[in-house]
């Protein structure tokens, strides 16, 4: 009898990060399996999930937190995914097993979301002195910065308190920068500041923003940026950051950027928890399979940032479409085994395409293959991340925390 209940017994899944991509496991899995099919349970340190893709709006505080965040029991059919609040410490595959602050959790299949962390570089005084976009949390200490210092600079009269510098021109950076130049006009009327004292100076290691674009898109974003006030440093290196500016090295000499506000978006890694664990990992992120299974352990599934793909087909830029869409298949994946099938089908990510904004009404991009500009480009971001929201909520969350801040004029 006790060999039968064995054979029968529920399979424990434990999904760690609620994520792009392990939402998307939790969410697949509830609507494919039945309850007591499998016993699924997602471990997240928040109550709520958010947008990193639209973190740059909290920052400058033209998205509210309130709207950005999305609670976990409220998408969840909590019959058949348990939700525990809980910080990962420790992921053991040896013992099958996952230590966190509260509580340690067995499981027979393990989905790895822990997302990012801010790739540093070991470059002095980052860590000390410089914000970054890493969390709602992170996005929010950003906001009251940026609205002290300039509420703050009747009395203080410091013009570096209204310089902001970004190191880094990706994504994150040309975005935030971007929110940032097209709400310094209303900040100077409020808080009755000229505005020609504010600066937002981007610096980045390359000579093209946006490198993920190709040089005529890169361009026209440069165009846009510079007629929105935005100062470029192209070719420079970030040396170290100080409380009240950066020092960079540009074609052999060192000088310094002065600004009291520096952001941090020079790069990302996977996260500590995979890096100091016991798996084979390269700064935070585990090698996979085209099924996006751990080579060491099979019964290890790894999606979005901490994933490092070694099939060709599955090698890209980690983003938020990439996360979704391996969340997506893991669901699959799981939900087969838990039934007793075989899936042959490997990951196949579709580059559906990539939209870069610049404040709420412009933006440039690609999708399927065409180049897009102004403000299709702005209307086709906001309905990307509206159908974020339509997968995970339904049409009540698209019109609740959905983007409709596309129009023609203000």
């Known amino acids: 009898m006790e060999e039968q209940k064995s054979q029968h017994k529920i399979p424990k899944i434990l999904i760690l990060g609620g994520g792009y991509g392990g939402l998307k496991v939790a969410l697949g899995l509830q609507s494919i399996l039945e309850e007591n099919q499998a016993e699924i349970t997602l471990i997240s340190k928040h109550d709520y999930h958010y947008q990193t893709t639209l973190l740059h709006k909290v920052a400058i505080g033209t998205l509210s937190a309130r709207k950005a965040r999305i609670y976990y029991r409220k998408i969840l059919n909590l019959s058949k995914v348990a939700f525990i609040k809980d910080k990962v410490l420790e992921i053991h595959p040896d013992k099958k097993q996952v230590i966190c602050r509260r509580s340690g959790y067995q499981y027979d299949y393990l989905v790895i979301a822990l997302g990012f962390k801010p790739e540093t570089f070991g470059i002095k005084g980052v860590d000390k002195y410089a914000y970054k976009l890493s969390s709602l949390n992170a996005a929010l200490k950003l906001t009251k910065n940026i609205e002290n210092k300039f509420k703050d600079y009747a009395l203080t009269q410091d013009q570096n308190d209204l310089r902001v510098i970004v190191c880094g021109t990706g994504f994150t950076s040309i975005e935030f920068a971007a929110e940032l130049a097209t709400q310094l006009g209303d900040l100077c009327e409020i808080c009755g500041i000229n505005p020609k004292i504010p600066k937002v100076v981007c610096i980045g290691r390359s000579g093209q923003i946006l490198p993920i674009f190709d040089k005529s898109l890169s361009e026209v974003a440069v165009k846009k940026l510079t007629k929105l006030g935005v100062e470029f ?67 290890i599934f790894v999606v979005g940032d901490c994933a490092k793909a070694s099939s060709k087909d599955v090698i890209h830029a980690p983003t938020a479409q990439l996360s979704a869409q391996m969340g997506d298949y893991v669901a699959k994946i799981l939900a087969s085994i838990v039934k007793g099938r075989e899936i042959k089908e490997d990951f196949n990510f579709i580059h559906r395409g990539t939209i870069c904004s610049i404040g709420h009404t412009d933006g440039v991009g690609v999708v399927f293959g065409k180049h897009l500009r102004g403000e299709i480009a702005a209307f086709m971001k906001n309905t990307i991340e509206n159908r974020w929201l339509l997968s995970i909520g339904g049409l009540s969350m698209v019109l609740r925390k959905g983007q409709f801040r596309y129009r023609t004029s203000n």
């Open 233 to 299: 440093i192209t070719g420079a290196e970030v040396v170290e950051c100080k409380a009240n500016g950066v020092v960079i090295e540009k074609n052999g000499a060192q000088q310094e950027i002065r600004g009291n506000t520096i952001l941090w978006g020079a790069g990302v890694r996977g996260s500590d928890i995979v890096q100091n664990s016991t798996l084979k990992n390269t700064r935070g992120r585990i090698e996979v399979d085209s099924k996006l299974r751990c080579f060491e352990y099979p019964e």
